[in-house]
């Protein structure tokens, strides 16, 4: 009896060991599924993937409204086209109009144009504004923005005093700021450090052209780098830009790479990829 009992004291020690084992396990999976799912910033609110109070779409004689889980009439029949709600808002179609309404049916913003809300960023864009889940306008009145990935805005403000463009976050944090009224952004695609994330600049003439070109540091909006007049910059893949003349006179190509804000690489032999240890 005296070994059955420390036989049994071993197994329940061994048993614990690996439920231990298992939790750790599980976690440090997770942790790596989720650095390198290639998620940049994944800010959705938890409540909206699994809330059994979140109004449900219905749809009758072509019109819709919302209902809860339990079947109950939240919202009447009476949109051309509607949403899902995201947090306490959903934009719903009346003919060819579109509003913001809540819970009740209240029309909290009657929208110009159809907007769009964000979801890993919990944001909306809204008449080319930007809003949090809350409706709370983020940037003050004035900013015209365009969401571009990864939750960063290309923005624009004019007034008597002031044109300004730049990059902001999804939190209205301005990263990059320029005088040029008009540009363009390309965010590049870095596998290797996602924590680093660098844009290609397009500053625009009038006609839309590009007059110059660079790139950007997301982090700390330093310029790194400017092409030569008349030369081009793309990122090729995995964060390496190429640096080509408009010509498309491949030997006078530049390959570049970028690490810790920094341009630390730059040959004009084609690189087909570049390992960080």
Known sequence: MKDNKVLSSKNSKNIILIIML???????GTFLITKFSGKRNVA??????????????????????????????????????ASDFHGEYAMVRVGNSYQIIDKEGNVKISVKEKSKYYEDYNIWVIDEVLYDSKLNQVLPD??????????????????DKKKESGIVTHKGKKIFITATPVF????????YNEEELYATVSYLADDYSPEEMSVVSLKTGDVLFTAPKDYYIIEDYNG????????????????????????????????YDIEVY
């Open 240 to 271: 390496i830009f190429v640096c080509y003349p408009e010509d498309d006179e491949i030997d006078k190509s530049e390959y570049l790479y970028f690490r810790n804000n920094k341009l630390v690489f730059r040959t004009t032999e084609k690189v």
């Open 142 to 159: 004035g900013y015209k923005v365009k969401y571009e990935n990864y939750g960063y805005l290309s923005y624009y403000y004019e007034s």
């Open 22 to 28: 298992l939790v750790v396990l599980i976690g440090i």
């Open 44 to 81: 959705t609110d938890l409540s909206d993937i699994y809330d059994p109070n979140k109004p449900i779409i219905v749809k009758d004689n072509g019109k819709y409204g919302y209902i809860t889980s339990k079947g109950k009439t939240m919202i009447k029949v009476q949109y051309d086209n």
């Open 184 to 191: 363009n952004f390309d965010i590049s695609e870095n596998e």
